[in-house]
T-cell receptor, first 114, second 114 residues
Framework: SQTIHQWPATLVQPVGSPLSLECTVE??????LYWYRQAAGRGLQLLFY??????ISSEVPQNLSASRPQDRQFILSSKKLLLSDSGFYLC?????????????FGQGTRLTVV | KNQVEQSPQSLIILEGKNCTLQ??????????LRWYKQDTGRGPVSLTI?????NTKSNGRYTATLDADTKQSSLHITASQLSDSASYIC?????????????FGAGTRLAVHP
């Protein structure tokens, strides 16, 4: 069966420090991968999606970047965190090129920038 | 602008009672509509997925309806249980770009009291 791992679960970082959140998927190949952010009281917002190794697309301009060094690994990074980067970050995957494919989410990372 | 609006923002019901949550969307193009359940601090879990040709879909005590003409959907929960306490999120998918572009509503926070 397919599983998605996301870590760490919680993170407190000072302003200006770097960030690296990692997400890995098991039990599937060539997945579409996604990073979402959820601000308090708001819906999830798509930050990045990837349809293959090294292929990253961004939905919104921001202080963050993403990379996909391996087929089932998706990394969210920042060189210098801002207070506004605080939020709940979720990684997700779906089967590529299948209409109505289910999107499976990780357990999320609660990031607090202080 | 593509939007997904949900109502009510929050809801309190007694255990055993039924409730209906509403979703209006303006997303275009439209591929399918999904309802997710999200426990606090966890990733969303899918309840139902409906294409524009489907009017209703059930998953246990959860029944979703879709009116693609008026761009409205509802999620009906019957015989509520304490474990139903969570946020329920309406999500519209645009897959015209070859990936799941999920547009999330802000959710309805449901509290089931004994």
């Amino acid at each position: 069966s397919q599983t998605i791992h996301q870590w760490p679960a919680t993170l407190v970082q000072p302003v200006g420090s770097p960030l690296s959140l990692e997400c890995t998927v098991e039990g599937t190949s060539n997945p579409n991968l996604y990073w979402y952010r959820q601000a308090a009281g708001r819906g999830l917002q798509l930050l990045f999606y990837s349809v293959g190794i090294g292929q990253i697309s961004s939905e919104v301009p921001q202080n963050l970047s993403a990379s996909r060094p391996q087929d089932r690994q998706f990394i969210l990074s920042s060189k210098k965190l801002l207070l506004s980067d605080s939020g709940f970050y979720l990684c997700a995957w779906s089967v590529r090129r299948v209409a109505g494919a289910e999107a499976f989410f990780g357990q999320g990372t609660r990031l607090t920038v202080v | 602008k593509n939007q997904v609006e949900q109502s009510p923002q929050s809801l309190i019901i007694l255990e055993g009672k039924n409730c209906t949550l509403q979703c209006n969307y303006t997303v275009s193009p439209f591929s399918n509509l999904r309802w997710y359940k999200q426990d606090t601090g966890r990733g969303p879990v899918s309840l139902t997925i409906m294409t524009f040709s489907e009017n209703t879909k059930s998953n246990g005590r959860y029944t979703a309806t879709l009116d693609a003409d008026t761009k409205q959907s509802s999620l009906h929960i019957t015989a509520s249980q304490l474990s139903d306490s969570a946020s329920y999120i309406c999500v519209v998918s645009d897959e015209s770009g070859g990936y799941n572009k999920l547009i999330f509503g802000a959710g309805t926070r449901l509290a089931v009291h004994p």
